[in-house]
């Protein structure tokens, strides 16, 4: 399963059954094997506003890699384990992963466990990018209905990200395909 953090506001939006798990129809069920974390897991989300629409961001907690979800009604919220998947891949293809890299993350890709609770370096690094996204489409004057977000997401990733336990910057695009090509090698 691929654990997801979510915000307060986030959280409760979401249509949870007593697992913290989406009935979406479009992601297939989970296998009896799948209650082990996944090689992905471990991701913050939270929603946010741009242009009066919903949109939401998830950060990975190790790599801080960012997939960007807009324009959500909620009806979509149900299908937000199969949003996740399609957003993650796309990015993945924009950063410039690799067929051997897909095939992992593909591999690793399981249904969201929803949980409310947060790590608060991983929430600021979501707020910075939340912030940049904001910027980018006043500064460019886009449209939200017209934003490549997986574009956009492959523009966050190549942006370094301070972490709390750490001196040094982290690169998203290059942590995820790197953590990808690690567990490709094993």
Known sequence: MIRLHCTRKLFAKLPLDSLGRLNGTRCPPEATNDAADSLLSGWHANLI????RNCVIFIHDATRFP????????????????????????????????????????????????????????????????????????????????????????????RPCGVKS????????????ALLEQKKTH
């Open 49 to 52: 506003t741009q242009q009066r």
């Open 67 to 158: 997939v960007l979800i807009t324009c959500l009604t909620k009806p979509d919220f149900v299908e937000l384990d199969a949003f996740f998947q399609d957003a993650l891949m796309n990015t993945l293809l924009k950063v410039g992963a690799n067929q051997a890299q897909l095939d992992v993350a593909a591999s690793a890709l399981t249904r969201l466990a929803c949980d409310s609770q947060c790590d608060r370096s991983v929430q600021g690094t979501m707020n910075r990018m939340a912030l940049d996204l904001d910027h980018m489409l006043w500064y460019d004057n886009i449209p939200i209905t017209d934003l490549n977000t997986y574009a956009a997401g492959a523009w966050l990733a190549q």
């Open 166 to 177: 750490g001196k040094e910057c982290i690169w998203p695009a290059k942590a995820m395909l």
